[in-house]
């Protein structure tokens, strides 16, 4: 019973990793063991298989730049991230580091011009401390005894000097001249073979695993010098470390990494430009190294983008998921049905893709059909607080997504609207949710009337006020929306309204018929301010402008008055949220 659960279980993993468009080696209506098989399959034939099965999907003709279906993988991959390491065998120049840069600018054409890749990349070894550089010299190409002097201490011969030592005689010799105080004749040998302290210290901090700056590595790649075989050079990484294995020292050189066009090719193969770089280096004899070196290119899980890793994870055909709505720290997504087999595959490579910033990933289960619209939401990945907090238009409003409603993507639009505002304006916001709307306005305005009929919504507006300091320009209210426009606009003691905003796209235009009468019990001679209104709502229709209009009209009951229309975006096919904005009519205000 065990083991076949743990079948089951490798299975559902495998199809999670690895979901294939055919039914050749999975299929939900056949046993693990496939019938086209006569024997359950072991671990290493089953990878096989699915390895098969992935490459005979992959495309025929592959673009330009990396690609997961490009490269070849790594020999050890034990983890999720270490199955999308990707191996791309190219070709550098190695050049002096001092001429690294202008060479790059005469070489731009030739070069390696792959995303988020650099193509200048560190060799390791090379670069050595400011400290030790006036030991070396400034200028080795011109300091030949220098030079020579440096190839004894760190090979035990120079040139000229015949056969060299080998590395057990040579490291046999300089311990004999070693003393209580150090080495008599290598003083500087400790400062070449180790590394600075403070190097070290600031390595340790960066978290397990970093990997040293400057050595061709990154968290999204790293690139590596294939050392030819046959060299003949003496093997002194035990003595002075890894990074002088089989090399002599000529000086500090950076990788210009070409392009991959030119991978695996001879000089005779290279574009006239390389071949003058060459030529002139040979003319004028310097010692600094110019050569053609053959380098590993890896390209690690961190490279790859979101829609790149799911390309390869989702089945052939099957939308990538790339868009997402961003509230605090969490991600927003609204999924189709025929991702929700994949759905927690999908929030784990939106949440590593998207760290830190996302530390949530939660989808819309349904639609929003209650009075507080609120929306139900499943956390797929990540912690499961749907409390953030959330930075608009430098105000901070705390939003708890399982109780209130918010929506980022109308930023854009609660800007526009707040343009249309004055310093002598009084708003109104009837449907104010955590205040988005209202706490902005209250620091361009004289006052704000605030409502919502979600009690969690208030408490949430009233939290928010506090945090922005705006809690004495603000009136905060909890009733229904017809209520509180017959209350307000009927008190004595509040202020005249100038702006009144309803962002309710669902059922704003019902409230509207709640304006008529409103100045009803006022004496016509004595002054007023007839507000301007703003309704949001939605509409299917061809004209969704002329069709947002009539309803505005039928709710009013008037005809004769100017409406300016505003499309505010595009929220479904075929469905617009349209922004109405209009100053009430006085015969509706005064309407019996």
Same mark, same amino acid.
């Given at each position: 019973?065990?083991?076949?659960?743990?079948?089951?279980?490798? %299975? $559902?993993?495998?199809?999670?990793?690895?979901?294939?468009?055919?039914?050749?080696?999975?299929?939900?209506?056949?046993?693990?063991?496939?019938?086209?098989?006569?024997?359950?399959?072991?671990?290493?034939?089953?990878?096989?298989?699915?390895?098969?099965?992935?490459?005979?999907?992959?495309?025929?003709?592959?673009?330009?730049?990396?690609?997961?279906?490009?490269?070849?993988?790594? *020999?050890?991959?034990?983890?999720?991230?270490?199955?999308?390491?990707?191996?791309? /065998?190219?070709?550098?120049?190695?050049?002096?580091?001092?001429?690294?840069?202008?060479?790059?600018?005469?070489?731009?054409?030739?070069? $390696?011009?792959?995303?988020?890749?650099?193509?200048?990349?560190?060799?390791?070894?090379?670069?050595?401390?400011?400290?030790?550089?006036?030991?070396?010299?400034?200028?080795?190409?011109? /300091?030949?005894?220098?030079?020579?002097?440096?190839?004894?201490?760190?090979?035990?011969?120079?040139?000229?000097?015949?056969?060299?030592?080998?590395?057990?005689?040579?490291?046999?010799?300089?311990? %004999?001249?070693?003393?209580?105080?150090?080495?008599?004749?290598?003083?500087?040998?400790?400062?070449?073979?180790?590394?600075?302290?403070?190097?070290?210290?600031?390595?340790?901090?960066?978290?397990?695993?970093?990997?040293?700056?400057?050595?061709?590595? *990154?968290?999204?790649?790293?690139?590596?010098?294939?050392?030819?075989?046959?060299?003949?050079?003496?093997?002194?990484?035990?003595?002075?470390?890894?990074?002088?294995?089989?090399?002599?020292?000529?000086?500090?050189?950076?990788?210009?990494?070409?392009?991959?066009?030119?991978?695996?090719?001879?000089?005779?193969?290279?574009?006239?430009?390389?071949?003058?770089?060459?030529?002139?280096?040979?003319?004028?004899?310097?010692?600094?190294?110019?050569?053609?070196?053959?380098?590993?290119?890896?390209?690690?899980?961190?490279?790859?983008?979101?829609?790149?890793?799911?390309?390869?994870?989702?089945?052939?055909?099957?939308?990538?998921?790339?868009?997402?709505?961003?509230?605090?720290?969490?991600? +927003?997504?609204?999924?189709?049905?025929?991702?929700?087999?994949?759905?927690?595959?999908?929030?784990?490579?939106? $949440?590593?893709?998207?760290?830190?910033?996302?530390?949530?990933?939660?989808?819309?289960?349904?639609?929003? +059909?209650?009075?507080?619209?609120?929306?139900?939401?499943?956390?797929?990945?990540?912690? &499961?607080?749907?409390?953030?907090?959330?930075?608009?238009?430098?105000?901070?409003?705390?939003?708890?997504?399982?109780?209130?409603?918010?929506?980022?993507?109308?930023?854009?639009?609660?800007?526009?609207?707040? *343009?249309?505002?004055?310093?002598?304006?009084?708003?109104?916001?009837?449907?104010?949710?955590?205040?988005?709307?209202?706490?902005?306005?209250?620091?361009?305005?004289?006052?704000?009337?605030?409502? /919502? $009929?979600?009690?969690?919504?208030?408490?949430?507006?009233?939290?928010?006020?506090?945090?922005?300091?705006?809690?004495?320009?603000?009136?905060?209210?909890?009733?229904?929306?017809?209520?509180?426009?017959?209350?307000?606009?009927?008190?004595?003691?509040?202020?005249?309204?100038?702006?009144?905003?309803?962002?309710?796209?669902?059922?704003?235009?019902?409230?509207?018929?709640?304006?008529?009468?409103?100045?009803?019990?006022?004496?016509?001679?004595?002054?007023?301010?007839?507000?301007?209104?703003?309704?949001?709502?939605?509409?299917?229709?061809?004209?969704?402008?002329?069709?947002? +209009?009539?309803?505005?009209?039928?709710?009013?009951?008037?005809?004769?008055?100017?409406?300016?229309? &505003?499309?505010?975006?595009?929220?479904?096919?075929?469905?617009?949220?349209?922004?109405?904005?209009?100053?009430?009519?006085?015969?509706?205000?005064?309407?019996?």
């Amino acid at each position: 019973m065990e083991d076949t659960f743990a079948t089951e279980r490798v %299975k $559902l993993q495998i199809m999670a990793l690895y979901p294939l468009p055919t039914a050749i080696i999975l299929n939900r209506t056949t046993p693990f063991a496939c019938r086209f098989f006569p024997k359950p399959l072991s671990s290493s034939l089953f990878s096989a298989a699915v390895s098969a099965a992935i490459t005979a999907t992959l495309p025929q003709h592959l673009s330009y730049g990396p690609s997961l279906y490009k490269g070849h993988k790594t *020999s050890h991959q034990n983890s999720d991230e270490e199955n999308f390491t990707r191996v791309f /065998d190219i070709t550098a120049l190695r050049v002096p580091a001092e001429q690294c840069f202008s060479l790059e600018s005469r070489l731009r054409g030739h070069l $390696l011009n792959w995303p988020r890749i650099r193509n200048i990349a560190r060799v390791a070894g090379d670069d050595i401390d400011d400290e030790l550089k006036e030991f070396i010299g400034n200028d080795i190409s011109t /300091d030949d005894e220098t030079l020579t002097v440096l190839e004894r201490r760190i090979y035990g011969k120079g040139e000229g000097d015949g056969e060299k030592m080998c590395s057990v005689l040579y490291r046999d010799k300089l311990a %004999k001249t070693f003393n209580s105080i150090g080495y008599v004749k290598f003083e500087n040998l400790a400062k070449i073979s180790r590394p600075k302290k403070k190097k070290w210290k600031r390595e340790e901090k960066e978290g397990n695993g970093s990997e040293r700056r400057g050595y061709g590595r *990154s968290d999204m790649s790293m690139v590596e010098v294939v050392e030819e075989e046959g060299s003949g050079d003496e093997d002194f990484s035990g003595l002075l470390g890894d990074d002088f294995r089989r090399r002599k020292w000529s000086g500090s050189t950076r990788l210009l990494l070409l392009d991959e066009r030119y991978a695996n090719k001879g000089i005779e193969e290279m574009p006239e430009a390389i071949k003058a770089v060459l030529k002139e280096h040979n003319e004028e004899s310097t010692r600094l190294s110019f050569e053609i070196v053959r380098c590993k290119l890896t390209l690690l899980y961190n490279y790859w983008q979101m829609n790149e890793v799911l390309e390869v994870l989702l089945p052939q055909g099957m939308i990538v998921p790339s868009a997402f709505e961003t509230v605090g720290h969490i991600a +927003h997504l609204n999924l189709r049905d025929e991702h929700f087999p994949y759905k927690k595959l999908i929030a784990k490579v939106v $949440l590593d893709k998207n760290k830190p910033k996302i530390q949530t990933v939660v989808n819309k289960t349904d639609v929003i +059909h209650n009075d507080y619209r609120t929306m139900q939401l499943e956390v797929l990945a990540g912690n &499961h607080s749907l409390v953030t907090t959330v930075v608009e238009n430098g105000l901070y409003f705390d939003v708890d997504l399982a109780a209130v409603y918010w929506n980022s993507r109308l930023a854009t639009e609660r800007q526009r609207l707040l *343009s249309c505002f004055t310093n002598n304006d009084v708003v109104c916001d009837v449907f104010a949710g955590v205040g988005p709307i209202a706490i902005s306005a209250a620091k361009k305005v004289k006052y704000v009337y605030a409502n /919502d $009929l979600n009690p969690n919504a208030v408490e949430y507006l009233e939290r928010n006020c506090v945090r922005n300091k705006l809690e004495r320009k603000i009136e905060i209210f909890n009733m229904d929306g017809r209520r509180f426009i017959d209350s307000i606009f009927a008190s004595e003691k509040a202020r005249p309204i100038t702006q009144v905003v309803m962002n309710l796209p669902n059922d704003a235009a019902e409230f509207l018929d709640s304006f008529r009468g409103i100045f009803r019990n006022r004496h016509a001679d004595k002054q007023f301010t007839l507000p301007r209104i703003h309704v949001y709502g939605f509409s299917k229709a061809r004209d969704p402008e002329f069709d947002f +209009h009539e309803k505005i009209r039928i709710a009013l009951s008037e005809v004769a008055f100017e409406v300016q229309m &505003h499309k505010v975006r595009l929220v479904a096919p075929g469905k617009w949220m349209l922004c109405a904005s209009f100053v009430l009519p006085e015969t509706v205000a005064f309407a019996k």
